[in-house]
């Protein structure tokens, strides 16, 4: 017990020098966005294009803007039947909700439903450490 209280004791310390550092950081965070807004102006993503011109310039650094696509689905069954209709399944992603698979992991191990060969859980531990 005595090592597991100096190791804690050393994760709180280091923690507090990261958290230290981070406040010291915000003002040159801050600034990095608004100088890469300033250069981000600089740069033109013409239509059809996927990014800008990279532009380098040597022992200083290379930069380029690139074009991302971000989408809301609003109706997922819409979307879903869309997609299936369309061919387009490969836009959709398959993502699992964590609480739901929870549940489904408890109940199958519980014996309340039977075993499926369609999806492996994994099952790990993390650890929390919180401040006292």
């Known amino acids: 017990m005595s090592e597991l209280k100096e190791l804690l004791k050393e994760f709180v310390e280091v923690k507090d020098v990261v958290e230290k550092n981070k406040i010291k ?3 040159y965070v801050d600034r990095m966005k608004k100088l890469s807004a300033s250069i981000a102006g600089h740069l033109q993503v013409e239509d059809g294009e996927e990014s800008s011109e990279s532009i380098s310039f040597p022992n200083i650094a290379s930069v380029v803007k690139k074009r991302h696509i971000k989408a809301d689905v609003v109706d997922w069954e819409k ?3 869309f997609c299936t209709d369309n061919g387009a399944e490969f836009a959709m992603r398959k ?3 964590l609480a739901g698979v929870r549940e489904l992991h408890k109940m199958i191990m519980q014996g309340d439903l039977d075993d499926t060969d369609s999806v492996e859980f994994g099952v790990f531990d993390k650890v929390y ?3 006292k």
């Open 95 to 97: 993502q699992l909700n």
């Open 129 to 131: 450490i919180r401040r």
């Open 25 to 27: 950081m915000e003002p």
């Open 79 to 81: 979307f879903q039947k």
